[in-house]
């Protein structure tokens, strides 16, 4: 029996958020600069978008760039946001036919204008696809979200803000919430990706480094899921 006969399709998770680690570790094993290691991170990325479109997974995010990652070398940054430009120019068309609408969570306002311009124009053309919402998140940081939809409800005078008026104020305002978060190369950590969203996530951690998260790999991540029980506080 393959992997993917193992899956139950009416039980899948509807958002699965990906932080999607070890594309420099993947170079430095195989002693390759770490950008060659993003470079196969993006066909990574391009592959499991595909992936779970096709097995009719919602919601998918993909942690890209975060808050924190500008404390790398100004060589590594340009090299990530040169494969970004040309990852979003190629898939436009894929997106376009697989009906994905294209989302960025995060604040780009400071990115290359050209880039800016990039993500706005595949925002714009996929915004009526209907059959699976794409988050990438670019310069996303949780805590940088949650002080921005407090901001946001203190400028539309809400005298006691909700729960719910938190979440409609996130980047994932009208999203479920993850139902199943993947972090690849072992690291035991959150690293600022959706504090307030993955409340009640089931949490799967991989050794396998990003460039290698195969079609199988990701099947993993969904049957481990579909072992748990959810229990939400109840019991
Ligand atoms: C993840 O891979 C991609 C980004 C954060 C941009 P890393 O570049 O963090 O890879 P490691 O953790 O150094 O192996
Ligand atoms: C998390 O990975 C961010 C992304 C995958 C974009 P990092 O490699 O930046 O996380 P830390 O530094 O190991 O926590
Ligand atoms: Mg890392």
């Excluded at 609408?101 to 209907?130: H, L, M, Q, W």
């Amino acid at each position: 029996m393959s992997l993917r006969e193992k899956i139950d399709f009416s039980n899948l998770p509807v958002h699965v958020a990906i932080i999607m680690d070890g594309n420099g570790r993947w170079a430095k094993k195989k002693l390759l600069p770490r950008n060659l290691g993003h470079t196969n991170g993006v066909k990574t990325a391009k592959n499991i978008v595909e992936l779970a479109r096709s097995i009719n997974i919602k919601v998918l995010t993909l942690y890209a760039f975060s808050t924190e990652n500008w404390k790398r070398p100004e060589e590594e940054i340009s090299g990530l946001m040169w494969l970004l430009k040309k990852y979003l120019k190629s898939e436009l068309a894929t997106m376009q036919k697989n009906n994905i609408s294209f989302r960025v969570i995060g604040d780009i306002s400071k990115f290359p204008e050209d880039i800016i311009a990039e993500i706005k124009n595949v925002c714009e053309k996929t915004k009526n696809n209907d059959a699976m919402i794409f988050n990438f998140a670019l310069n996303y940081g949780s805590r940088q979200e949650i002080l921005r939809a407090v901001k946001n409800i203190i400028d539309k005078k809400i005298d006691t803000p909700s729960e719910q008026d938190i979440s409609d104020n996130l980047y994932t305002a009208g999203q479920p919430d993850p139902d199943l978060l993947i972090r690849t190369s072992g690291e035991m950590r959150i690293s600022n990706f959706l504090l307030w969203q993955i409340a009640y996530s089931e949490i799967y951690i991989t050794d396998v480094l990003w460039p290698d998260f195969s079609d199988e790999e990701f099947y993993k991540a969904i049957i481990a899921y579909q072992q748990r029980e959810r229990r939400f506080g109840g019991i």
